[in-house]
Nanobody, 125 residues
């Protein structure tokens, strides 16, 4: 079992930045080859935001955040980070951390095995 706890969400103005963290506990963090972030806005489906493989060799982002968001992980600290810059109102939502055993980069929600409770990000215009 893996427990994931997100932190770092909050209220920020358009153009601002936030850094989300996800602390993992339970099974050995590096056992989960891919870590990801998803978000869900009210009335919308959960969407992929970013993912990173175990050795940080591969990352993935949708076009909507590419160039603005970066993902990183520190396996020694059992933590994955999402740095969000140039935030827009459409980035508003609950951000979820997820863990997958996939050795290839997973970008679909069904590819992830464990999920955190989420942290709210609100970008004001």
């Amino acid at each position: 079992q893996v427990q994931l706890v997100e932190s770092g969400g909050g209220l920020v103005q358009t153009g601002g930045s936030l850094r989300l963290s996800c602390a993992a506990s339970g099974r050995t963090f590096s056992s989960y080859a891919t870590m990801g972030w998803f978000r869900q806005a009210p009335g919308k489906e959960r969407e992929f935001v970013a993912a990173i493989t175990w050795r940080s060799t591969n990352t993935g982002f949708p076009d909507s955040v590419k160039g603005r968001f970066t993902i990183s992980r520190d396996n020694a600290k059992n933590t994955v980070y999402l740095q969000m810059n140039s935030l827009k109102p459409e980035d508003t939502g609950v951000y979820y951390c997820a863990a997958a055993a996939s050795s290839t980069l997973a970008t679909r929600a069904r590819g992830f095995d464990y999920w955190g409770q989420g942290t709210q990000v609100t970008v004001s215009s």
